[in-house]
């Protein structure tokens, strides 16, 4: 139920921007022409920024794109007093050049052909990889079951609102669940709270056969969601997870 270590970090490229989206008030969809490798599902790249100075600052952003995409996405969310995000978000234009390296990690990702049933669970912009991992099932028509648990803030915080109803839509086995902490639009039919016992025990899996469960969020968020299921009776090796970003549950 511990993060595992990431894996060792490839050279700098160039990568220019192809297309830029506002997903959420202070969230954007960054689209790259990337000389990358082929990632999986769960993987991430680092971004470098080299200021005229010759200052570097450098942070780790999940891949939102599913493996084998024309271009890579990077969803990135606005952090108030963070270094890089906010020129990320709110500088960024098409045409833009960033320094990538990549894709990293080996243990928090996920191969379409695995039959168990999967479970994730993310808080705010603890969803990106998991949409990789939705994307990629999605396209290669895997129909191992899958359901997602997510909670946002609010209704416009909701990260690929309309994509994840289309998907759920779709009638392939996957089921998508939302709760919003804060607010709610009037005739809300989600979850209205924080991830709790009940929330969990409605959307998990049975325990047999055994999941296999991804939790990605904020380390306050991980810690609650993780623990809540080994309460339930998972077994902590079922659960794979990262912490990153600032909102969620």
């Known amino acids: 139920m511990t993060d595992a270590p990431r894996g060792e970090p490839s050279r700098w490229l160039t990568a220019v921007i ?21 990632h999986e599902a769960g993987q991430h790249v680092d971004v470098r920024l080299t200021a005229p100075d010759g200052y570097e600052a450098q942070r780790s952003y999940s891949i939102a794109s599913r493996p084998g995409a024309e271009h890579l996405e990077l969803t990135i969310e606005r952090l108030e007093d ?3 995000s906010p020129y990320l978000v709110g500088e960024l234009k098409v045409g833009d050049k960033l320094e990538l390296r990549g894709p990293i990690g080996g243990y928090f990702v996920w191969k379409a052909g695995d039959a168990r049933p ?25 129909k191992a079951p899958a359901r997602l648990l997510y909670s946002s803030r609010a209704f416009e915080d909701i990260i690929y609102r309309a994509e994840l109803d289309r998907l759920a839509g779709a009638g392939d086995g996957l089921m998508v ?6 607010e709610r639009p009037a005739g809300w039919k989600g979850y209205g709270r924080r991830i709790d016992r009940d929330m969990v025990r409605d959307v998990a899996w049975p325990k047999d056969p055994a999941p296999l469960v991804f939790v990605c969020g904020p380390t306050s968020f991980v810690e609650t969601a993780s623990g809540l299921l080994v309460d339930s009776g998972y077994d902590p090796s079922w659960i794979k997870t990262e912490r990153f970003g600032a909102t969620g549950g």
């Open 177 to 182: 669940a939302h709760t919003l902490t804060r």
């Open 82 to 84: 963070g270094e890089v």
């Open 118 to 142: 999967l479970l994730l669970i993310a808080g705010g912009s603890g969803i990106v990889p998991l949409m990789a991992m939705i994307r990629h099932r999605a396209l290669v028509g895997d």
């Open 18 to 38: 192809d297309r830029v989206v506002h997903q959420a008030p202070r969230v954007v969809s960054v689209f790259f022409t990337a000389p990358l490798p082929v």
